[in-house]
């Protein structure tokens, strides 16, 4: 089975950017790789999501214009590189995979990785 883990959280005071990372143990027919962020007593949302197929992102509504995602087929790893973090963005970000176009709903994507915490400070 895929597996996928996530790294490159921490501490980042607001106005500042943070790199995230998802490595994936494989690809076995998942196409796409999704980012959701997770914030306290809150829903997850969708970020971002690229297919492997093509480096066409799609991004959610947190973070428009200042998250980006990019993807390394060689070492099937999806990097989210966020700018101006705000505090409210304090959350759990996690890594998702699907099979399929990319898709915003937490129900499309069938594998998820455990997280990642990033905490902003004002």
């Known amino acids: 089975q895929v597996q996928l883990v996530e790294s490159g959280g921490g501490l980042v005071q607001a106005g500042g950017s943070l790199s995230l990372s998802c490595v994936a143990s494989?690809?076995?027919?998942?196409?796409?790789m999704g980012w959701f962020l997770q914030a306290p007593g809150k829903e997850r949302e969708f970020v971002a999501a690229?297919?492997?197929?093509?480096?066409?992102?799609y991004y959610g509504h947190p973070g428009q214009g200042r998250f980006t995602i990019a993807r390394d087929l060689t070492n099937n790893t999806v990097y989210p590189h966020m700018y101006r973090l705000q505090p409210e963005e304090t959350a759990g970000y996690y890594c998702?995979?699907?099979?399929?176009?990319?898709?915003?709903?937490?129900?499309?994507?069938?594998?998820w990785g455990r997280g990642t915490q990033v905490t902003v400070s004002s």
């Open positions: 690229s297919r492997w197929i093509d480096d066409s992102p």
């Open positions: 998702a995979a699907r099979a399929g176009n990319t898709g915003s709903q937490v129900r499309e994507y069938v594998k």
């Open positions: 494989g690809r076995n027919g998942l196409t796409t």
